[in-house]
Every structure is written in C-alpha cells, then in structure tokens.
Nanobody, 122 residues
Framework: QVQLVASGGGLAQAGGSLRLSCAAS????????VGWSRQAPGKEREFVAA????????TYPDSVKGRFTISRDNARNTVYLQMNSLKPEDTAIYYC???????????????WGQGTQVTVSS
C-alpha cells in the first residue's frame, strides 16, 4: 500500500516562501491525483491544492490561488507544494494524500499521511 509522508515545513516570515514535499513509498503515485490539505489549531481541515496524475490539471481554493503552486515529479514519486507570499493565516499542519479523483481529495476523504508543521510569523 502506498504511503505518503509530507516534509519541508518550518518557520517562515510573512511574505516568505517554503516548499513542501510529499514523498511516496511502497508503490507509485504516478497514476493518481495528489492533494494537499491543512489544519490550523482550532479550525477545520481545509483543502489546499491538488494535481492530476499527468501534472497538467491543478486546482486551488481562492485562499491560496496565485500564491501556492503544486507540481509533481513522477520519476521521483514526489509531489511538491511551493508556497510564496506566506501569511500568518497559512500557519497549520500540512498533509498530503493520493486518490483517483479530485473530488475525493477536495472533499478531504481518503487517507491523509503524516503532516508537516508550517508556522508563519508576522
């Protein structure tokens, strides 16, 4: 069974950038859509981004559109989330998951792996 592990989180200043990685093990995610979600303390889980298996089609909510970019390297079995122009409200634990469809990822169903903490200071 494919397992996904998010990494690359850390501390950034407002306006700064971070790049998260989602590495797959135990199988390939090359034929799956992969998505990112986040959860801040005391808040509900929020969908952040998803990318189709071919790396062409992507989707973002308005809260991150234009600031975050999702990409993938199927040869490395890894999906990335480039986060620019970070804001304190981006502070959260970020998770990734793979599924056949965007709808499953956007509805936050499926199996979301171990997350990585992102903290943005003002």
């Amino acid at each position: 069974q494919v397992q996904l592990v998010a990494s690359g989180g850390g501390l950034a200043q407002a306006g700064g950038s971070l790049r998260l990685s989602c590495a797959a093990s135990g199988g390939t995610v090359s034929m799956y859509a992969v998505g990112w979600s986040r959860q801040a303390p005391g808040k509900e889980r929020e969908f952040v981004a998803a990318i189709q298996w071919n790396g062409i089609t992507t989707t973002y909510p308005d809260s991150v559109k234009g600031r975050f970019t999702i990409s993938r390297d199927n040869a490395r079995n890894t999906v990335y989330l480039q986060m620019n122009s970070l804001k304190p409200e981006d502070t959260a634990i970020y998770y990734c998951a793979a599924d056949r469809t965007f709808s499953t990822l956007k509805s936050l169903r499926g199996s979301w792996g171990q997350g990585t903490q992102v903290t943005v200071s003002s």
